[in-house]
């Protein structure tokens, strides 16, 4: 596009954090690659078979050929890329945020989906969301009693729950 | 002709009215509210679909999708700040004509011109969408094999980023697709003999993850503009000198919309922008765009909405999803036990013409709350990220627990939420492989068959001339650019 769009667009994208350069381009190449041949190593032990009677692994084989070479062509000519975000302070934030997801699916059957919810919503609030504390215990208190309503007493889902 | 007049008896059962109408609030709500868009919206709320019958599901998914068209105007034009990447054009003129006190006018506009396109659109759906069909009817194995291949590379390539990478995520979609049993031998292809891999993965947790988790996540990390004041909205009846000005720009705009919307990878983000440049190309004064111009509000935003709609023809036609929304709707078709594809007008006309018509109600409705309702919209703007990011989340994990009761999916939610998160990161885009992922089992199945019917023979698929056509044609577009980038070496050189 030859209008203005490029100028607007890099407007939008200055909050953006800065390109992560080309070891995040390799690291990505190097993932997908990595995907690509166990893929590969995978397929053949599932059997090939032939191309009149194709065997189980075939297509897995076609598609992890293709994943590969091309990870393989982006190690190489992608490295200048910009299209990569730097990993910052605010991605261990995302990382924490993720660390509460897994605990509260591993607590869920255990005690029910009341506490860990209000705990989860709690913490988003306060510490990922920055909130007042007043504005962090009214709406999470608010949100897991919604979902009580909602799901177990209107809908009458099977939650795990404690009440 | 008879589908087509009981579609209107299916959207006016007071049910499908109300879904309809929820759907279409929905959609500009979130069309409103920058960061979550469209797809996610659709895939957090997919497990609710599993309580409600299928013609009310999918009527409001489809207004989910084309009311956030009309949402993503209002953030525009108000705070320079585009609610969906349809309406990033929108901002040059539509932000101008609201610093010089005319935002009603925009938005006004922009609602007609909405109304417009997407009425253009839906007559153009229901007068194609059959004939399509009947011919797609006569597709064997071949066909469906090309063309699916076709939805995938030109989604992957068409769209926004790097192809390589796009292509490679499109790879990833379909091995996930192989996870679980083979059909045809009934080996158990990367399992790693956990019981709950065994029937594969299912298509809920993915675009859940990939779409919904991913997305707040990445959202997480604050990148978001301070909002501005939204400037007042007075007077949102545009002049008659306005439409009179308009007029061009919203005919041209419903056809390019309509044309691009089919094309697989092109969609309303797409077809947003061709509309905008043709304006501006056409127009005596082109130094007006971007200080203001009316057409500039009324070609993007009646162009995107034409192609939210008419990409639904090769869902509801062919079964091939031409964007990653499209992608949802075909898992949510699923879900529902209602495979898409030429069939689907014979079949299930109930929900083939329901879905279409409620499409003309959808519009109608847009169009009378767009405008009386703006003030709310404003307002809404004000909830704060922090505050929807925990809700969202709690809602996507307790969704996808009520799909089968499983924790494990739970678990698979996580792992796809990050693995949207890094590929966002890293600059792959999810949409390619999600939609890979769902046409995954169709195309293998496709291929092996005409492998089988073609004696093994890789080349019988140029033999057949539809699937010829759709390979050469494939291998034309995919050829293009690399054509062209070298002509343009060449003559730089001279």
Request: charged share 10%; net charge neutral.
């Amino acid at each position: 596009m030859s209008f203005d769009a490029e100028a607007l667009q890099a407007e939008l994208a200055e909050d953006r954090p800065p390109h992560g350069g080309p070891w995040s381009q390799l690291g990505a190449a190097v993932v997908a690659g990595a995907v690509g041949v166990a893929g590969l190593i995978g397929s053949v032990t599932l059997g090939l078979g032939r191309l009149t009677q194709p065997g189980p692994g075939l297509w897995p084989f076609v598609v992890c050929v293709v994943v590969t070479v091309l990870s393989i062509a982006l190690a190489l000519v992608g490295r200048h890329g910009t299209d990569t975000e730097k990993f910052s302070r605010a991605s261990v934030q995302t990382a924490v945020a993720v660390l509460t997801l897994l605990i509260f699916a591993a607590v869920l059957p255990l005690i029910g989906f009341e506490i860990p919810s209000l705990l989860l919503t709690f913490v988003w609030l306060r510490f990922l969301g920055k909130e007042s504390w007043v504005s962090s215990v009214a709406i999470s208190v608010g949100t897991v009693a919604a979902f009580y309503v909602l799901f177990v007493l209107l809908l009458q889902i099977p939650l795990p729950r404690l009440i | 002709m008879d589908g087509f007049i009981d579609g209107f008896g299916v959207v006016l059962e007071p049910a499908n009215l109300l879904y309809c109408l929820i759907g279409v609030v929905i959609g500009m709500l979130i069309g409103v509210l920058p960061g979550l868009g469209p797809a996610a919206t659709i895939a957090i709320l997919l497990p609710i679909t599993y309580g409600v019958p299928p013609v009310s599901a999918i009527i409001m998914l489809a207004g989910i999708f084309y009311g956030a068209q009309y949402g993503g105007t209002i953030t525009s034009v108000l705070l320079r700040l585009p609610g969906e990447a349809s309406s990033v054009v929108t901002v040059f003129d539509g932000f101008a004509l609201a610093k010089q006190g005319r935002a009603g006018t925009a938005l006004g506009i922009a609602a007609i011109g909405s109304f417009i396109g997407g009425t253009v659109s839906i007559i153009g759906l229901t007068l194609v969408a059959p004939v399509v069909a009947g011919v797609a009817l006569d597709f064997g194995p071949p066909e469906y094999a090309a063309l699916s291949l076709f939805g995938v590379l030109l989604v992957a390539t068409v769209g926004n980023g790097g192809w390589l990478k796009a292509v490679i995520a499109a790879g990833v979609g379909l091995l996930l697709a192989t996870v679980g049993r083979d059909t045809f031998t009934g080996a158990s292809r990367f399992t790693f003999d956990s019981l709950n891999l065994a029937d594969g993965i299912d298509f809920v947790p993915i675009a859940m993850g990939l779409f919904g988790l991913g997305e707040i996540l990445y959202n997480l990390e604050e990148r978001h503009h301070k909002l501005q004041t939204p400037a007042a909205v007075a007077n949102v009846w545009p002049s008659r000198a306005d439409l009179r000005q308009a007029r061009g720009a919203i005919g041209r705009g419903s056809v390019i919309g309509f044309v691009l919307g089919v094309l697989p990878g092109g969609g309303a983000t797409l077809s947003s922008l061709v509309a905008y440049a043709v304006e501006k190309r056409r127009s005596k004064q082109p130094e007006r765009f971007g200080r203001g111009a009316v057409e500039g509000v009324a070609a993007p935003e009646t162009a995107n909405n034409a192609a939210a709609t008419s990409s639904f023809i090769p869902l509801l036609t062919l079964g091939i999803p031409a964007n990653a929304t499209m992608a949802l709707m075909f898992g949510a078709l699923l879900i529902q036990g209602i495979p898409p594809g030429p069939q689907l007008v014979s079949e299930h006309p109930d929900l083939f013409w329901g879905v279409i018509n409620s499409m003309y109600l959808g519009n109608i409705l847009l169009l009378i709350m767009s405008i009386p309702l703006v003030g709310l919209f404003v307002k809404i703007l004000k909830v704060r990220p922090a505050v929807l990011a925990p809700i969202t989340v709690l809602i996507t994990l307790l969704g996808v627990y009520t799909v089968a009761n499983q924790v494990f999916d739970i678990f698979l939610v996580i792992v796809f939420g990050v693995l949207g998160y890094l590929m966002k990161k890293l600059g792959f885009e999810p949409g390619p492989l999600v939609l890979a992922f769902v046409l995954g089992s169709v195309m293998e199945t496709a291929v092996r068959q005409s492998l089988l019917i073609f004696g093994g023979n890789p080349a019988g698929f140029f033999t057949r001339p539809i699937s010829g056509t759709v390979l050469v044609a494939l291998i034309i577009v995919l050829a293009l650019p690399a054509v062209r980038a070298l002509v343009r070496r060449q003559k730089e050189r001279v």
